[in-house]
């Protein structure tokens, strides 16, 4: 029988699940990455991610920060670093 189901378990279930997982994985490695950078430039990390070689990807909100970001650092957390220009979207948290 088909019954209604809450918007809990919908959250909780497939793909959506999958899609929240995933975004939780991203915000604690860009939190992880923050917490390495120079206070000015985490100001303008957008975003973080792992590539299937290890290498990490950084979004820097501006192609000055990525500039900065990228020649200051040849190795971030142990890894290959490319960066990245992601424009920032309003309400985005720092």
């Known amino acids: 029988m088909n019954r209604p ?3 809990a378990e ?4 497939g793909g959506i699940e999958r899609l929240a997982r995933e975004a939780r994985r991203r915000r604690a490695l860009a939190a992880e990455i923050r917490a390495l950078l ?3 430039e985490a100001l303008h990390l957008v975003s973080a991610d792992v590539d299937d070689t290890g290498c990490l990807i950084l979004g820097m909100d ?3 920060w990525a500039a900065r970001v990228r020649y200051g650092k040849l190795e971030l ?3 290959r670093l490319k960066v990245k220009v ?3 979207v309003d309400g985005a948290q720092r």
């Open 5 to 7: 189901r809450s918007l």
């Open 10 to 13: 919908l959250l909780n279930s």
């Open 38 to 40: 120079p206070a000015e």
């Open 62 to 64: 501006s192609a000055a």
């Open 77 to 79: 957390a142990g890894r």
């Open 86 to 88: 992601v424009p920032r």
